[in-house]
């Protein structure tokens, strides 16, 4: 049974999400940057459970029924998510429901963060900021990344469990009595570090499985935190314990993660830092030869710019209450806690801020995969995270409760007034995506999953499944064929063709390293057209026997594996976990 408090964090945050959507009741859906990308995987794999597959990594209607390994590399939760809603609603409904389940998420892991630090008044108040945050409401109204909106409602469970497993905010209770009882409590301490540690491997993992930029910046904030503990402890306890967490988050995603890494060379995939989405081009306030580009540059720092303020006046708001707190109730041990954790989150404030100036650029040069965050600004996910523990902390009672209310309220309607102005408004972009799919049509194709040696540009939108090739060299007429297709969907095709003589089939399909060809039971290597990777197959006269099924790969087995004993690991570290508490409460009682 729900605590009274969740079910107060649960109402806020929904009722703070409901806030953030209500434009979309008056102006329809807000369609942003990648809108269409998200829309047109929630489609396709939604598609594919209907066919019967249950983890699609093909993307099927991707470069208009070419297809493209898109699923291979992009973080699964939130097409799952996506694919789930549009299931059993209309998918019209989809965007809006999304952004309500994702946000209230995005309230209650605040919750859970601010409530280890500050009262429940408090706690409640940092929920609500943090679901209706002002770089949340960039993504949202604007931005349309939903992958990212749910890796960055994970954050502050990321943060939480962080500063558990480096020291920085203790679990444990002071517990006085005799040697018997210190056991106890030490044995206390070792079962709650074992399950903190399970539980930030999950959120990690829960990170890298929504966004990858949104896991690269969660490792990066984790290693700070820890190496922050380490300094602070003189001791290499805290470092250790947070590597293991670090290396368990990975086995737990390897499945995602190792074919993503490997399968890198098998897609043009540069082609994620190609012009206007390298780190250079994006810090506060940079202008390049693009229009479009800088105006939203320039909104996105303006943003940033009001989120690291309000952050900075809120963290000094929440230093003077614990000191005017430490002052009156001297020894009390929450409040030590408490300054530790002030200062934890104003150094990651700090190095989320410093990150999206242009000085720190060497940085996103050397420092491994930094750079595939793309945007400097996405740093505004952790300041976001600091802001609405301050704000927490700086909750007090009475008028300054109302006045701390008021304004915070004032100022996100105020950057949502803007945001909304300047964001683009459709109704018809899911209705056409989805109506271009059924009529076989698909959709465009992403530049950095097109298979190598390939130019998705070139790609003809309206090919048929397959076709017999004109031989114009030799000026032949095509000969006497008959195909019978007797399946084919997203990752199994097979079809019958019965010539009278040789004959070459180009199929609507991209050649990819994963794909299996058998011709009546023969694996055969196939051919690819010149201007595009398209499959095409050259087939002796007679009846020929075709599959074409997406095989796994070595490199699928080894992540699946690898996650499987991160599964274990984990459920060994809980359960031992809660062995360890019942012997506890043995030994004390």
């Not at 209706?132 to 990321?158: C, H, K, T």
């Not at 180009?506 to 794909?515: K, N, S």
């Not at 002796?540 to 004993?565: K, L, P």
């Amino acid at each position: 049974m729900l605590k009274k408090e969740w079910v107060w964090a649960l109402g806020i945050s929904l009722v703070t999400a409901l806030i953030v959507v209500a434009p979309f009741f008056v102006l329809g859906i807000a369609s942003g940057h990648d809108f269409e990308f998200h829309a047109a995987s929630w489609l396709d794999v939604a598609g594919q459970w209907k066919e019967g597959i249950i983890f699609p990594r093909w993307a099927e209607w991707a470069n208009h029924g070419f297809g493209e390994p898109r699923f291979i590399f992009y973080p699964p939760l939130s097409w799952l998510l996506g694919a789930a809603l549009g299931s059993v609603l209309s998918w019209n409904a989809v965007p809006i429901v999304f952004i309500v389940l994702v946000q209230t998420l995005a309230g209650l892991c605040a919750f859970a963060l601010a409530r280890s630090v500050t009262s429940q008044g408090g706690a409640l108040f940092g929920a609500a900021c943090y679901a209706a945050n002002p770089y949340a409401l960039l993504v949202i109204y604007m931005r349309s990344d939903f992958a990212e909106q749910l890796g960055v409602a994970f954050f502050p469970l990321l943060i939480l469990f962080a500063l558990r497993v480096a020291g920085i905010l203790q679990g444990r209770a002071a517990i006085d009595g005799a040697d018997l009882a210190a056991t106890a409590r030490d044995g206390e301490w070792a079962r709650r570090m074992r399950v903190d540690v399970a539980l930030f491997s999950l959120a990690f993992g829960a990170m890298w499985l929504s966004n990858a930029p949104a896991g690269v910046m969660a490792s990066y904030s984790a290693a700070l935190l820890f190496g922050l503990s380490v300094l602070r402890q003189k001791s290499l306890w805290a470092g250790l314990r947070g590597l293991a967490g670090l290396a368990l988050g990975f086995a737990l995603v390897a499945f995602y993660l190792i074919p993503a890494a490997y399968e890198q060379r098998w897609v043009n995939i540069e082609q994620a830092l190609a012009s206007g989405l390298q780190p250079g081009e994006n810090f506060l306030f940079t202008v390049i030869n693009d229009p479009e580009h800088t105006w939203f540059n320039w909104i996105a720092s303006g943003v940033a710019i009001l989120l690291v303020v309000l952050t900075g006046i809120v963290a000094v708001m929440a230093r003077r209450g614990l000191a005017r707190t430490q002052a009156a109730k001297t020894g009390m041990p929450v409040l030590l806690i408490g300054a530790e954790v002030w200062g934890a989150l104003v150094v990651l404030a700090g190095a989320g801020t410093v990150l999206m100036l242009r000085f720190t650029e060497i940085f996103w040069r050397v420092l491994p995969k930094l750079r595939f965050v793309q945007f400097p600004w996405r740093w505004m996910c952790l300041v976001a995270v600091c802001y609405a523990v301050f704000m927490a902390c700086s909750f007090g009672r009475g008028a300054r409760a109302w006045v701390l209310t008021v304004a915070t309220a004032m100022l996100c309607i105020g950057t949502a007034a803007v945001l909304v102005q300047n964001g683009w408004w459709d109704t018809e972009d899911l209705p056409t995506l989805k109506a271009a799919i059924e009529k076989q049509a698909g959709y465009d194709g992403t530049d950095e999953y097109d298979p190598a040696g390939d130019d998705h540009y070139d790609i003809a939108a309206s090919a048929p499944s397959f076709q017999i090739l004109f031989d114009e060299a030799q000026q032949r007429k095509l000969p006497d064929t008959r195909i019978e297709v007797r399946r084919w969907n997203a990752e199994n095709k097979e079809l019958t063709v019965k010539s009278n003589e040789d004959v070459r089939v180009a199929l609507r399909l991209l050649v990819y390293p994963a794909w299996h060809v058998e011709v009546n039971g023969m694996a055969v290597t196939p051919q690819r057209a010149e201007d595009v990777a398209q499959m095409i197959l050259p087939l002796r006269a007679g009846t020929s026997q075709i599959r074409v099924y997406f095989a796994r790969t070595t490199d699928r087995t080894i992540g699946a594996g690898i996650s499987v004993m991160g599964l274990v690991i984990l459920s060994g570290l809980i359960l031992s976990g809660r062995r360890s508490a019942r012997n506890s409460n043995d030994m004390v009682a």
